[in-house]
C-alpha cells in the first residue's frame, strides 16, 4: 500500500523482511470492505466459483446476489435478480432488529445457561463458607483464613492458568461443540465431587479440576455466540451469557435459602447444587449447529453453510453473512502467513491491531475484578454475618443481591448495542467507585438499631450492584469475545479469561485475611479506589465496538493509541462537558474513523 506523501510502498519504506512487515498488513489488510475493491462483475465471478469450488453449486446463483449484497449492505435494493421473498426478507430484517431464526435464539439461549455453571457455583461456596469452615476446623483466623481464601480461589487460579490455554487444542479438534460438551461434563461432575468431600484437601481438589473447565468453558462460549449471532444484535445475545451469570447467582442463592435448614450437610447441598446448568448444557448442545466460522476456518466450507442457514432467517441473508466472513477470513489468513499456535499467541502482543485489541480486552476483564463485586458474590453472607445479620438474614440478604443483579441486567440486554460498551463503563465506573467506599464507611456505625446500622451498608451494596450490573458486568466478556481477529480469537480470547479468572482467583485468596488485617471497611476503600483507577483504564484502552461486524471491527483498532487518546481529549471530552454537563446545543463531533481515508493512513504504534 502506497504512502501518500512519499509514493512508496510499505515493503519499500522497510523491506520485505522486516519485522514490521506483518505488523503493518495486519493494520491494513481490513481497514474496508473486501469486495469494494473489484468490480460488480469480478465479485459476481469470484462468488459463483467459491460456491462451485466448495461443492455448493444448487446455491451459485444465490451466492452471486449475496456477495453484491455483501458488497454495499445499505443498498441492497439496487441489486438485479433478488426476488420479491429475498427482497422481503432483506427489508423486514432491517426494519426488525430482533429478527432471527429459531435456531439461533436456541442455541444463545442454551449457550448462556451454561454461564450459570460460574454465577451457581459462586454463590453456592458463598453459602458453603458459613458451614465448611467450621466441619473441617479451619474457621479460625491466620492460616485458616488463607486456607479458607484459597478453597474459594483455586477455581479462578486454575481457570485462568490452565483452562484458558488449553482452550485452542481442545477447540481444534473437538471443535467449538465438542469442547463445550466436555467441559460441561467436567462441572457436572465436579460440584458433585465437592458435596461428598470429606477433607477440606478434597474439596479443593475437586475445585481445582472444576476451576480448569471453567477456565475452558469460559473462554469458548462467548466466541461461539459471537460467532453465530449478526452484527446487529450481536452485543445483546453475547450479552445473555452475563445475564445467566447473574441469573446463576440468583439461582445459587436460591439453592442455599432453601437448603438451610437441612443441618450439618446443608454446605453440601449449596455446593453440589451447582450441576444442574451444566447437566442442561451438556444435553442440549448437540442440538446446536456447529460454528459457521469454525467450520469454515477448518475447510467445511458446505458444512459450514448449512450451519449458518440454521441461524439465519432466509437463504439470502445466511448467504451474504457467509460469503462476506468468508472473504474477510481470507484477509485474515494472508497476514497470518501459516502462523502457529505459539505465533499467534505472540501476535496478541505484537501485532499493532491485535496488541490494541489485547489491551481493550485485558481492560474491561482486570476491571470487572478491580471493581471489587466479586468481594460481594464471594463472601457475602460472611460480610452480613459479620455486620450483625443471623445466618439465615444474611443468606435472604446475598438472595436480594442476585435477584437485584439479574433485574438490573435486563435493561442492559439493550442499551449495549445503542449505548455501547465504552459508554456503559464510563458512566457507572465513577457510580461504583462512591457507592462502595459509601457501603465501607457505613460498615464504621455501631450506634443505634441494628437495622439503623446494617440498613446503609445493605442499601450501597445494592447500589453498587445495580450500576455494575448496568456497565463493567455485561460488557467485559461480551468485549474480549469480539475483539480479536478470526485467526487470534482463541488465544486472545484464552489470555482475557486468563486474566480475568487468575484476579479472580487473587481476590478471593485475599480478601478473608484483608478483612482482619485492613479491617471491613479499609477493604472496602480500597476496592473502591481500584474503581477510579478502572475508570482511567477504560478510557485509554476501551474503543466503542457497537453494532459493528466482527470484520468492521479491525478498523476501530487500527487506529494507533496515540491518535485515539488525543481524539479523544481534544473532541469527545469538550463534547460532553458542553452537550452532557453544561447543557449546551453544540454540534456533534464527526467519528475518527473515514474508512476511505485511513487506508492510506501509515500504520503506527502503539
Excluded at 445499505?74 to 430484517?93: I, S
Excluded at 458453603?128 to 484459597?150: K, R, Y
Excluded at 449449596?270 to 469454525?294: K, M, N, T
Excluded at 456503559?424 to 441494628?450: D, H, N, V
Aim: glycine share 8%.
Amino acid at each position: 500500500m502506497a504512502d501518500k506523501k512519499t509514493g512508496a510502498s510499505y515493503d519499500e519504506r522497510h523491506g520485505d523482511d522486516s519485522p514490521d512487515r506483518r505488523e503493518s498488513v495486519a493494520a491494513a489488510a481490513l481497514l474496508q470492505n473486501p469486495l469494494r475493491r473489484k468490480t460488480k462483475e469480478e465479485v459476481v465471478v469470484d462468488a459463483e466459483n467459491y460456491a462451485r469450488s466448495r461443492g455448493m453449486d444448487t446455491h451459485v446463483t444465490l451466492f452471486g446476489k449475496a456477495a453484491l449484497i455483501a458488497r454495499d449492505m445499505d443498498n441492497f435494493e439496487t441489486v438485479p435478480g433478488l426476488t420479491e421473498q429475498e427482497l422481503a426478507a432483506l427489508r423486514y430484517e432491517r426494519d426488525h432488529k430482533w429478527h432471527g431464526s429459531k435456531m439461533l435464539w436456541y442455541s444463545i439461549g442454551l449457550c448462556a445457561v451454561g454461564a450459570a455453571t460460574q454465577g451457581w457455583d459462586q454463590t453456592g461456596s458463598n453459602g458453603a463458607n458459613l458451614g465448611f469452615p467450621e466441619e473441617f476446623g479451619i474457621a479460625g483466623t491466620g492460616s485458616d483464613e488463607w486456607i479458607v481464601g484459597i478453597i474459594n480461589a483455586i477455581i479462578f487460579l486454575t481457570a485462568g492458568l490452565i483452562g484458558a490455554f488449553i482452550v485452542d487444542p481442545l477447540n481444534k479438534y473437538l471443535g467449538r461443540r465438542g469442547e463445550i460438551f466436555l467441559t460441561a461434563l467436567c462441572l457436572t461432575a465436579t460440584p458433585i465431587g465437592s458435596g461428598f468431600a470429606r477433607t477440606w484437601q478434597e474439596l479443593f481438589a475437586a475445585r481445582f479440576v472444576m476451576g480448569i473447565g471453567i477456565g475452558a468453558k469460559n473462554a469458548t462460549v462467548p466466541i461461539y455466540s459471537a460467532e453465530m449471532a449478526p452484527a446487529r444484535i450481536r452485543g445483546a445475545l453475547v450479552m445473555f451469557w452475563q445475564l445467566w451469570v447473574v441469573a446463576g447467582i440468583f439461582l445459587g442463592f436460591c439453592a442455599n435459602v432453601i437448603v438451610k435448614d437441612t443441618g450439618n450437610i446443608a454446605w453440601r447441598l449449596q455446593l453440589g447444587s451447582a450441576f444442574i446448568p451444566s447437566l442442561v448444557l451438556a444435553c442440549g448442545i448437540w442440538f446446536c449447529p456447529e460454528s459457521p466460522r469454525w467450520l469454515m476456518k477448518n475447510g467445511r466450507h458446505a458444512e459450514a453453510f448449512i450451519s449458518m442457514m440454521r441461524l439465519r432467517a432466509h437463504p439470502i441473508i445466511a448467504a451474504r453473512d457467509f460469503y462476506y466472513s468468508y472473504v474477510n477470513y481470507e484477509e485474515e489468513l494472508k497476514v497470518a502467513q501459516g502462523a502457529g499456535y505459539f505465533r499467534r499467541l505472540a501476535d496478541c502482543f505484537s501485532v499493532p491491531r491485535i496488541r490494541r485489541a489485547n489491551y481493550g480486552a485485558s481492560t474491561v476483564m482486570i476491571a470487572q475484578q478491580m471493581c471489587g463485586i466479586n468481594i460481594i458474590s464471594f463472601y457475602s453472607s460472611s460480610i452480613f454475618t459479620n455486620v450483625g445479620y443471623t445466618k439465615e438474614q444474611a443468606l435472604y440478604a446475598s438472595l436480594g443481591y442476585g435477584a437485584i443483579q439479574v433485574v438490573a441486567t435486563i435493561p442492559t440486554l439493550f442499551l449495549i448495542d445503542t449505548k455501547g460498551r465504552r459508554t456503559l463503563c464510563l458512566w457507572t465506573f465513577p457510580l461504583m467507585c462512591i457507592f462502595l467506599l459509601a457501603a465501607g464507611l457505613s460498615l464504621l456505625k455501631t450506634t443505634g438499631s441494628l437495622g439503623a446500622q446494617i440498613g446503609p451498608v445493605v442499601l450501597f451494596v445494592y447500589l453498587f450492584t445495580i450500576c455494575y450490573s448496568l456497565g463493567e458486568g455485561p460488557v467485559a466478556f461480551q468485549y474480549s469475545a469480539e475483539v480479536f481477529p478470526t485467526i487470534q480469537r482463541e488465544q486472545g480470547m484464552a489470555f482475557a479469561v486468563c486474566i480475568n479468572n487468575t484476579f479472580a482467583g487473587i481476590l478471593g485468596l485475599t480478601f478473608p485475611r484483608m478483612q482482619t488485617v485492613m479491617t471491613p471497611t479499609g477493604a472496602f476503600g480500597f476496592y473502591a479506589g481500584l474503581n477510579a483507577i478502572a475508570w482511567v483504564m477504560i478510557f485509554c484502552f476501551v474503543r466503542e465496538t457497537k453494532q459493528l461486524t466482527l470484520e468492521e471491527i479491525d478498523q476501530v483498532f487500527n487506529i494507533p493509541t496515540s491518535r485515539f487518546l488525543s481524539h479523544e481529549m481534544s473532541t469527545s471530552v469538550p463534547y460532553f462537558f458542553n452537550h452532557t454537563l453544561l447543557r449546551r446545543r453544540v454540534p456533534k463531533p464527526p467519528p475518527l474513523i473515514v474508512k476511505e481515508e485511513f487506508v492510506e493512513m501509515k500504520s503506527g504504534m502503539a
